[in-house]
């Protein structure tokens, strides 16, 4: 069977893959499986800012009401903003239209659980088989469900968040915060939420555009150019770039320099654990090793996952985990929900900041530093596993120290590691690997891109 749901939703092109009569198909099928559960589900519907919103989320609405679903429209709000929606009030799940950090040519559907986690595998494959069977419910004229609207979301969300940090410390630090949120969805909730803490607001693509004029939506190095700059032009104490859905955060130090997102999730874990006195912290098996160094010495312990914040959000819960998140940004903060939320983490760093009473930079140079190299290379999906079966193998006869097959390979050297992984949407291998000295880690990234590859095509 063709597999409709990727790590975060479904996703494609608009009007190739990505079109209304998917939508329509996938909002039956969403309806179906939660009229399982319940006669009449209350579904939440919000989209990120792209162009093709309105027609997607028309066509999911359409289908939802037709299985007798009862809708309700939250508008235009960051993927966080719905998830904590539906948390909070009584919706039986949510669907958020939004192709994340995507190009503005891409959207995708994500539904959202009751509880406001992102479903699991075995949830999606559910909704998948009724799709594919169009094995919908079929319900009679008077049972359609009703459409309604409700604007006042991100005012929960963000009281939300000001209940759950100090407010009173942000505010008496007076921060200047140069704020760009890529034309996203973060441009509805952020300015308002650091006018609240208090904070000095430069902001830059704080306004909607479905066509990401300002930069491109993913918040890499080379799309921030601009928000660098600015920092340090304005004597901003630090910058924020959100993604276009704004479930991720990356920050910029006072002096202008990009802040890599395993240092703020590592930055941010020290706090928290430091904070509790210990506890869990749940990562994906590709995060730096400074995450498991600060939290060890602080006295919590690191457990790894397979790659994917639903995986991370879902381990966190049934762990009692006190923090958690990934490289890239996503930090997700238990006692607000279980998921990666972008505006939560801004302000928890402004409070790291008040509380510490030092500079980002700072910070950021008292954690432990590695060099971590990340490559690609081609492999056929129906090569992959019998590729990872001879990495593992090889692994084994080089002496390696510990052999983690969480998610791939990782194999943990006396001064580093590397982790070899088949990506779950592409015909690739990802290779990263770590090290406290470049070279070594480019040596191990290189070393094992070249197994890959001699085994994917078969010359060994
Ligand atoms: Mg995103």
């Not at 049972?143 to 604007?151: F, R």
């Not at 094992?448 to 010359?459: D, I, L, M, N, Q």
Request: proline share 3%; net charge negative; hydrophobic share 35%.
């Amino acid at each position: 069977m063709t597999k409709l749901f990727g790590t975060n939703g479904v996703r494609g092109v608009v009007n190739q893959d990505m079109n209304s009569e998917l939508a329509l198909n996938l909002g039956k099928a969403i309806g179906t499986y939660y009229a399982k559960k319940k006669e009449r589900p209350f579904i939440a519907i919000g989209t990120d800012a792209r162009i093709s919103n309105h027609m997607l989320k028309s066509a999911c609405i359409s289908g939802l009401l037709s299985v007798g679903c009862n809708v309700e429209d939250l508008g235009i709000l960051p993927t966080p903003t719905l998830q904590y929606a539906v948390k909070e009030k009584n919706y039986d799940a949510g669907v958020i239209i939004t192709a994340s950090h995507n190009p503005p040519q891409f959207n995708g559907i994500k539904v959202v659980d009751g509880d406001g986690t992102e479903l699991a595998k075995e949830q999606e494959e559910e909704i998948e088989d009724i799709y594919f069977s169009k094995n919908f419910r079929i319900v009679s004229w008077d049972k359609v469900g009703q459409l309604s609207s409700w604007d006042g979301a991100i005012e929960l969300y963000i009281n939300g968040i000001l209940s759950k940090v100090d407010v009173e410390s942000i505010r008496s630090a007076n921060l200047h915060v140069v704020l760009d949120c890529g034309n996203g969805a973060g441009g509805v909730v952020a300015p308002e939420l650091l006018r609240r803490l208090g904070c000095k607001l430069t902001t830059i693509n704080c306004e909607l555009d479905g066509l990401f004029r300002g930069r491109p939506s993913e918040p890499i190095p080379e799309n921030l150019g601009e928000l660098m700059k600015k920092v340090k032009e304005v004597n901003a104490d630090l910058g924020v770039a959100q993604d276009g859905d704004a479930d991720r955060a990356i920050f910029i130090d006072e002096n202008g320099n990009y802040v890599f997102g395993d240092q703020s999730l590592t930055m941010v874990a020290r706090y928290i654990v430091r904070e509790k006195g210990g506890g869990t912290v749940v990562t994906p098996v590709s995060t730096s090793s400074a995450l498991e160094d600060v939290v060890t010495r602080e006295g919590g312990k690191v457990v790894y996952t397979k790659v994917g914040s639903p995986i991370v959000a879902r381990v966190m819960k049934k762990l009692g985990a006190v923090f958690g998140g990934e490289e890239n940004g996503g930090l997700i903060f238990p006692e607000h929900q279980y998921c990666r939320d972008s505006a939560m983490t801004i302000a928890k760093v402004l409070e790291i900041l008040s509380k510490e009473g030092k500079r980002l930079s700072e910070i950021i140079q008292e954690l432990p530093r590695y060099e971590l190299v990340k490559l690609k290379t081609a492999c056929p999906n129906e090569k992959k596993e019998e590729v990872l079966e001879k990495i593992k193998d090889i692994a084994k006869n080089e002496n390696a120290r510990k052999i983690d097959e969480t998610d791939g390979v990782k194999i943990y050297t006396d001064d580093g590691w590397v982790l070899v992984r088949p990506s779950g949407t592409e015909p690739i291998f990802r290779i990263f690997a770590e090290s406290k000295e470049r070279k070594r880690a480019e040596e191990l990234a290189s070393r094992y891109k070249s197994y890959v590859e001699r085994f994917a095509t078969g010359t060994s």
